[in-house]
Structure formats: C-alpha cells, structure tokens
C-alpha cells in the first residue's frame, strides 16, 4: 500500500472518531432528556456539556510539550483519549436521566473533554502526516470520516434509542469507537523534526511564532470572514424552512440529513480531489465564490415560495459548495501550522474562525425579524464579499505557495 493511501485512510478513521462523541454529548444527550419529559430549563443547561470545544486551545500546549506512551506523541494522546471516551459511554450507558440527571451532565462534559481533547491530537496528527499535495484530498476525507459519524451518533443512534433503548445504544456508541481505537494502533505515527523543550515554550512560543509573521494580522481577517457569509446563510436554514416556507418536520429531516449530509461529503470529496490541480489559493478562492453564490439561490427560495424541488437543489448546491470550500479551508489553516507547534496553532487557529459563527448566532434572527428572508439571504451573500477581497489580495502570501509548510 502506497504511504499517501496509508495517510488517506487513517485521516478517514480519525474524522470517524472525532465526529462520534460530538453527538453523543449534545444533541443526542438532548434527544434522551427530552424523551424522559425533563424540564426545558435542564434541556438548556445541556449546552454548557460542549463548553470544552470552546477553550480546548488553553491546554492544546500540553499535546505539543507531552507523549504519554511509547505510540508516539500524537497516538499516544489519540488512544489515551479513545480509551476515556470507551470508559465514559459505558458508565452513562448505566444511568437514567429521569434518576440520574446531574451525574449524566457531568459524565456528557467529561465526555466533551475526551473528545475535545482528542479532537486537538487528530488536528495536529492530520497536520503533519500529509504532505502539501496530500492535504486537500487528506482534508476532504477527514471531513467525510466526520460527518458519517455525525450520521451514526445522530440519526443511527435515535433509530436504535427507539428500538433497543438509550443503554443499550450508548453501549454500541463505545463499542463503535474501541473499534477505531484498535485500528488507530496500525496508523503511522508522524515524523516531527522538532517539538517544545519546556512548558513555557509549548504556551508562548506558538502564539510568538505566529504574530512576528508580517501577514499575520491579515491571516487572521482571511481565517474569521472566509466563510462567515456561509455561516449566516445556514444559522437559519432549519427556521426558514419550517417557518418561512412551511414545510413539514418530515421533509425538512430529509433536506437537511439525507440531500444536505450527502451533499457536503460529495462536496468535501471533490474539492479534495480539484484542489490537487487547483492549488490552495485559486481553490479557496473559486469555492468561495461558489458558495457565496449559492446563499443567492436562498433568496430565489424566499421569493418562490414552498418547492421541495427547489429546496432540494438549493440545499444540495449550498451544502456541496460548502463541503468544498470547507475542505479548503481545513487545507489552508494546516498550511499555517510550524510542525513545532502544531496542536496549540491549529486549537487557536480553528477558535479564531468559530469567532464569526458566535457573532452570527446573536444577530442573524434580527435581521431577519427587520429584513425579511429574502434581504437576510442577500445580506448573507454581500458579507461573503470582504472575505473573498482579503483572500484575492493574499495570493502573494507565503502561505499558499508550494513549499509553504517547509518554510513555515
């Protein structure tokens, strides 16, 4: 088997264990408070579980300073994290919310930990096992391996919940994941030429390293208004359609989980595969656009009216731009990363773009509310326009030429 074939695969199995625990402590976890008919003041508290996504950068450092076994500094953690995530299902797969409520909360954000924390070893592993040819397809597989397991431990998971119960499905959840711990045994483990000699180093030497970059208050524009636009066409996509078109909670299902989750994969897996002739830049760029252009068929939506034809192309078209300008972006915070520092720069590097997604989340509904669907889709679509401009004037940056990742 080829190394690249070998770099493909495992970075697939990763995207598969690091999307299982996601659902698993939060809108799954909901799904089996709301079925015990627990108070919706509870159901609310449950967001607080994913608290450890959020400020999974303030110990990324500790990933990039520490090996903990002789697997090797990123498996190492990669497994250990499997293994705390196995013990947890398990033990949440014996407690009932109904007796056991707040014990499940804490066990959901220790869960969250688990994962977050293995979340920032998978990033880093991706990070250095693909070569600068390999990231876009690598990228693109990483997200197929994520988003089918959203699928299993969303929809497979409620389907068996109603069948076998939520004991017996957490129990298949962990044993789902020892699975790809066994196979995360026999995946390479990356060459890193250097790594932090002290604590302070692993802290501060990241953040260094990246602000004496000349370009680096211009990266960080690129990283937070590239897919803002995208993020404020889709905050509101489930709302849109059930109140602003009137569809059923049936058709929406299979918009958004069969035609939207098909979609982003084939999506993410074609610009995986155009971004290996495209190059970086001119893949971001041209995914930018086509995203952008697709929040306009939103708008058609709005003014058109209930066509589940129409909704179905839109959808399709918007969630496959998405994939593949999700893929390139994946593509372009790797090629920031100093193989030093490569945990702490890619935990603060994915933070930063999470900020426009937070903003969107507080205004989105007012503009809408003030606008109507039609002018917030077109509003959605003009704020694509700063981000694309900041990418085109980046063209000449170290970070998308060909040696990029030996020069950084």
Same mark, same amino acid.
């Given at each position: 088997m080829?190394? /690249?074939r070998?770099? &493909?695969?495992?970075? %697939? @199995?990763?995207g598969?264990?690091?999307g *299982?625990?996601? +659902? =698993?402590?939060?809108s799954t976890?909901?799904?089996?408070?709301t079925?015990?008919?627990?108070?919706i003041?509870?159901?609310?508290?449950?967001?607080?579980?994913?608290?450890?996504?959020?400020?999974?950068?303030?110990?990324?450092?500790?990933?990039?300073?520490?090996?903990l076994?002789?697997?090797?500094?990123?498996k190492?953690?990669?497994?250990?994290?499997?293994?705390?995530?196995?013990?947890?299902?398990?033990?949440?797969?014996?407690?009932?919310?109904?007796?056991?409520?707040?014990?499940?909360?804490?066990?959901?954000?220790?869960?969250?930990?688990?994962?977050?924390?293995?979340?920032? /070893?998978?990033?880093? &592993?991706?990070?250095? %096992? @693909?070569?600068?040819?390999?990231?876009? *397809?690598?990228? +693109? =597989?990483?997200?197929?391996?994520?988003?089918?397991?959203l699928?299993?431990?969303g929809a497979?998971?409620l389907?068996?919940?109603?069948?076998?119960?939520?004991?017996?499905?957490?129990?298949?959840?962990?044993?789902?994941?020892?699975?790809?711990?066994?196979?995360?045994f026999?995946?390479?483990?990356?060459?890193v030429?250097?790594?932090?000699?002290?604590?302070?180093?692993?802290?501060?030497?990241?953040?260094?390293?990246?602000?004496?970059?000349?370009?680096?208050?211009?990266l960080?524009?690129?990283?937070?208004?590239?897919?803002?636009?995208?993020?404020?066409?889709l905050?509101?996509?489930?709302?849109?359609?059930?109140?602003?078109?009137?569809?059923t909670?049936?058709?929406?299902? *299979?918009l958004?989980?069969?035609?939207?989750?098909?979609?982003?994969?084939?999506?993410g897996?074609?610009?995986?595969?155009w971004?290996?002739?495209?190059?970086?830049?001119?893949?971001?760029?041209?995914?930018?656009?086509?995203?952008?252009?697709?929040?306009?068929?939103?708008?058609?939506?709005?003014?058109?009216?209930?066509?589940?034809?129409?909704?179905?192309?839109?959808?399709?078209?918007?969630?496959?731009?998405?994939?593949?300008?999700?893929?390139?972006?994946?593509?372009?915070?790797m090629?920031?990363?100093?193989?030093?520092?490569t945990?702490?720069?890619?935990?603060?590097?994915?933070?930063?773009?999470?900020?426009?997604?937070v903003l969107?989340?507080?205004t989105?509904?007012?503009?809408?509310?003030? *606008?109507?669907?039609?002018?917030?889709?077109?509003?959605?679509?003009a704020?694509?326009?700063?981000?694309?401009?900041?990418?085109?004037?980046?063209?000449?940056?170290?970070?998308?030429?060909?040696?990029?990742?030996?020069?950084?």
């Open positions: 080829s190394t /690249a070998t770099h &493909y695969y495992s970075v %697939i @199995l990763l598969l264990s690091s *299982l625990p996601i +659902a =698993l402590c939060s976890l909901q799904a089996w408070f079925e015990e008919n627990l108070g003041i509870l159901l609310g508290f449950l967001n607080i579980v994913g608290l450890p996504y959020v400020l999974k950068w303030l110990w990324a450092p500790l990933l990039d300073r520490l090996t076994s002789s697997l090797g500094r990123r190492s953690w990669i497994v250990a994290m499997q293994i705390g995530l196995i013990a947890v299902l398990w033990t949440m797969s014996y407690l009932h919310p109904a007796h056991n409520a707040g014990l499940l909360m804490g066990l959901g954000a220790l869960l969250a930990f688990f994962s977050a924390t293995q979340d920032i /070893a998978i990033d880093a &592993y991706r990070t250095e %096992i @693909l070569t600068p040819k390999e990231r876009g *397809l690598g990228a +693109a =597989l990483n997200v197929t391996g994520y988003r089918f397991a699928l299993i431990a497979l998971a389907l068996l919940a109603d069948y076998i119960g939520w004991s017996y499905t957490y129990r298949i959840m962990a044993l789902i994941l020892l699975a790809c711990s066994m196979l995360t026999f995946t390479p483990e990356p060459t030429l250097k790594q932090p000699t002290t604590f302070r180093d692993a802290f501060v030497g990241p953040l260094q390293d990246f602000l004496k970059r000349s370009n680096a208050g211009w960080i524009a690129v990283i937070v208004l590239y897919k803002l636009g995208e993020a404020y066409a905050s509101l996509t489930t709302p849109f359609l059930l109140r602003g078109l009137h569809f909670l049936t058709q929406v299902a *299979l958004n989980k069969v035609v939207g989750l098909s979609a982003v994969i084939l999506g897996i074609a610009g995986g595969l971004m290996m002739r495209l190059g970086l830049f001119r893949a971001m760029l041209i995914f930018g656009v086509l995203a952008a252009f697709t929040n306009i068929l939103f708008v058609v939506m709005a003014i058109v009216g209930k066509s589940m034809i129409l909704a179905g192309v839109c959808i399709f078209a918007e969630n496959f731009c998405g994939g593949m300008s999700g893929a390139a972006f994946v593509a372009f915070l090629s920031l990363c100093n193989p030093k520092f945990a702490m720069q890619y935990a603060s590097l994915s933070a930063i773009a999470s900020v426009g997604r969107v989340g507080s989105s509904g007012v503009l809408v509310q003030y *606008l109507g669907w039609a002018n917030f889709y077109w509003v959605s679509a704020i694509c326009v700063p981000g694309l401009y900041m990418l085109w004037r980046s063209q000449n940056m170290l970070c998308f030429r060909a040696d990029a990742s030996a020069a950084l």
